[in-house]
């Protein structure tokens, strides 16, 4: 049976205590090395950190690293994703790492996939991001953040975010606090989707003692119905994280932004650039925790070789 990794769900609190230690370690420079591994990076969607942070963590396992965008594949001609893994494996990959504008996508594939073939979903539609919250939860950690002591507010589009879905689960799965979650009323989810956090009336009471703060990016690809969304500006005033709005916060409260940010509407770049931050920690991370994960999915389903 191959591993795969769709979405934090699909991870034992086991799994998730190995992938964080592994990654650790893997970050204060513990050797990870895989002999045989072929990775293909299907990224269906733009990426910069989470697409780089692959290939460069396949990279540093001593992987061989194929990169293949929508554009540059057949699925141009017409190509299922099914037909386009089993063509990849033929060749002789034996790990995929999907990003993919439909939510699920991950799943289905991942049932069609051959055996010794394994799937990391880096990020489908608004549903998950798996290794984003891996490695949010990472740098909380390594810079002192005790997660079950934290109230972690996530601001902003929430309801089209994969990665609030994927993080807000994680810090779940955690313990942490108390996760809270603010944002326009159009961009909350339903009732039943993020159960256990606690909705917040605006910005204000939402950062009210916070020990951590994440905001998020407008997701104006995903916006449907013909919809504009708000004007930058006004929604800077409402929703952006400023330095004032940053006072009421927790003494010592970390900044948070999966990225890529857009600086002046969610998030002041004072904030961004200033001490509070771990923005950069975030991408850092992506490495450590990426090499975890390949050594993980690939321990039962040896490389082929
Ligand atoms: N955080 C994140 O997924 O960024 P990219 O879209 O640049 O990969």
């Avoid at 990169?67 to 540059?72: E, G, P, R, W």
């Avoid at 200033?274 to 690939?298: C, D, K, S, T, Y």
């Amino acid at each position: 049976m191959s591993k795969h990794l769709t979405d934090i769900s699909s991870l034992g609190d086991a799994d998730i205590d190995h992938l964080l230690k592994r990654a650790a370690e893997i970050a204060d420079g513990a050797p990870a090395r895989l002999e045989g591994a072929v990775v293909a990076n299907l990224f269906y969607e733009p990426s910069t950190r989470t697409r780089v942070a692959f290939e460069r963590a396949a990279q540093r396992v001593g992987a061989e690293v194929i990169n293949i965008t929508a554009q540059s594949a057949s699925v141009t001609k017409g190509e299922s994703l099914a037909d386009t893994a089993r063509t990849l494996h033929a060749l002789g990959v034996n790990v995929v790492v999907l990003r993919h504008p439909e939510n699920g996508a991950p799943l289905e594939l991942a049932r069609a996939l051959p055996d010794g073939m394994c799937l990391v979903n880096a990020g489908d539609g608004t549903r998950a991001h798996p290794t984003q919250a891996l490695l949010d939860a990472l740098t909380l950690i390594r810079a002192g953040v005790d997660l079950q002591q934290a109230r972690i507010a996530v601001i902003g589009d929430i309801a089209r975010s994969r990665v609030a879905r994927s993080s807000i689960e994680l810090f779940g799965r955690l313990r942490a606090a108390e996760i809270r979650i603010a944002g326009p009323a159009a961009w909350l989810p339903g009732d039943d989707d993020m159960p256990g956090v606690k909705r917040c009336r605006d910005f204000e009471q939402a950062a009210a003692d916070a020990d951590v703060i994440m905001m998020l990016r407008i997701q104006r690809e995903r916006v449907t119905g013909g919809q504009q969304g708000p004007d930058a500006a006004d929604y800077h005033a409402r929703w952006g994280l400023t330095p004032a709005r940053l006072a009421p916060a927790a003494p010592g409260c970390r900044v948070m932004h999966p990225g890529p940010m857009n600086r002046g509407v969610e998030i002041a770049s004072e904030v961004a650039d200033g001490p509070r931050a771990l923005i950069w920690q975030q991408v850092a991370n992506g490495l450590p925790v990426r090499m975890a994960v390949f050594e993980w999915l690939l321990r039962q389903a040896p490389p082929r070789g």
